[in-house]
T-cell receptor, first 111, second 115 residues
Framework: KQEVTQIPAALSVPEGENLVLNCSFT??????LQWFRQDPGKGLTSLLLIQSSQREQTSGRLNASLDKSSGRSTLYIAASQPGDSATYLCAVQGGNTPLVFGKGTRLSVIA | GAGVSQSPSNKVTEKGKDVELRCDPISGHTALYWYRQSLGQGLEFLIY????????KSGLPSDRFSAERTGGSVSTLTIQRTQQEDSAVYLCASSARATGDTEAFFGQGTRLTVV
């Protein structure tokens, strides 16, 4: 059974810092890995999708990497801003299976 | 529509009543997922529809929960004889294909409160 772990559970950084969020999964037979952002009381917003054949994806200040063989992904946020404060969720998907989520990392960026 | 739409956005119901939650996926998306998120908890998988295949119901917590997807589009999640522990945010998502190589998009959720 696929299990996804996110470390740390919570993170507080001063504005402007670069930071890394970690995601690990137990079964490397995945089709894709997706990073989401969730603001309090809101739904999930998709940030980046990495397909199993890819090593990384970039969108603006966000860069996500995938090492499928070791079961790891990182989300790198450059030059963090207070508006980046949210919970970041990692999810993996195998073939014809639902997304399996980690419990998330709650990020606070302090101005 | 432009995104996944869920209704109602909020629902307060009395213990023992039945409720129906609706999800309108993105047009043309063949895969549809239901999850729930209790306060301060992660996302719990409930049910997964993939095209015309039999749905994956392995996440439904009890036989009080059921879901259907009509015409391969709109989905309804029904909770019978609601209990206080059913209080949570119910989230729906859709993706273009069931093969897992496409992005999933989520609705804003339905916040269910059982009193």
């Amino acid at each position: 059974k696929q299990e996804v772990t996110q470390i740390p559970a919570a993170l507080s950084v001063p504005e402007g810092e670069n930071l890394v969020l970690n995601c690990s999964f137990t079964d490397s037979a995945i089709y894709n890995l997706q990073w989401f952002r969730q603001d309090p009381g809101k739904g999930l917003t998709s940030l980046l999708l990495i397909q199993s054949s890819q090593r990384e994806q970039t969108s603006g200040r966000l860069n996500a990497s995938l090492d499928k063989s070791s079961g790891r992904s990182t989300l790198y946020i450059a030059a963090s801003q207070p508006g980046d404060s949210a919970t970041y969720l990692c999810a993996v998907q195998g073939g014809n299976t639902p997304l399996v989520f980690g419990k998330g990392t709650r990020l606070s960026v302090i101005a | 529509g432009a995104g996944v739409s869920q209704s109602p956005s909020n629902k307060v119901t009395e213990k023992g009543k039945d409720v129906e939650l609706r999800c309108d996926p993105i047009s043309g998306h063949t895969a549809l997922y239901w999850y729930r998120q209790s306060l301060g908890q992660g996302l719990e998988f409930l049910i997964y529809f993939q095209g015309n295949s039999a749905p994956d119901k392995s996440g439904l917590p009890s036989d009080r929960f059921s879901a259907e997807r009509t015409g391969g589009s709109v989905s309804t999640l029904t909770i019978q004889r609601t209990q206080q522990e059913d209080s949570a945010v119910y989230l729906c998502a859709s993706s273009a294909r069931a093969t897992g190589d496409t992005e999933a998009f989520f609705g804003q959720g339905t916040r269910l409160t059982v009193v």
